[in-house]
């Protein structure tokens, strides 16, 4: 079993900046492919972006509103812990994030029904 916790969510203006966290009680951590999904009101959870297990390869969602180009993932194996860096957030932005974790995977995972544990979730509200 991994636990997972997602941290340093919040409510910012349209423009501004967030650092989310997920710290993984797993010892193995460096071996687990990580993804950052979120789910806006009424909307179904969207894929968001991942970093493989192995090189720490990333991948980014490419639908329209793209995040791509505006957030960052990334994973520190020194502490379980990896990041979602965003940037320029727009009102659209908000949802709840969740981190998900599979292993061992050495790839990246865009699929969330391919995740085995996830995280509480936390707020993230942009105003405009």
């Known amino acids: 079993q991994v636990q997972l916790v997602e941290s340093w969510g919040g409510m910012v203006q349209a423009g501004g900046s967030l650092r989310l966290s997920c710290a993984a009680a797993v010892v193995t951590f460096r071996r687990y492919s990580m993804g950052w999904f979120r789910e806006a009101p009424a909307k179904d959870r969207e894929f968001v972006a991942a970093?493989?297990?192995?090189?720490?390869?990333?991948?980014?969602?490419d639908y329209a509103d793209s995040v791509k180009g505006r957030f960052t993932i990334s994973r520190d194996n020194a502490k379980n812990t990896v990041y979602l860096q965003m940037f320029s957030l727009k009102p659209e932005d908000t949802a709840v994030y969740y981190c998900?974790?599979?292993?061992?995977?050495?790839?990246?995972?865009?699929?969330?029904?391919?995740?085995?544990?996830w995280g509480q979730g936390t707020q993230v509200t942009v105003s405009s």
């Open positions: 998900a974790a599979v292993g061992p995977r050495r790839s990246v995972v865009t699929n969330e029904y391919e995740y085995h544990y």
């Open positions: 970093i493989s297990g192995s090189d720490g390869t990333t991948y980014y969602a």
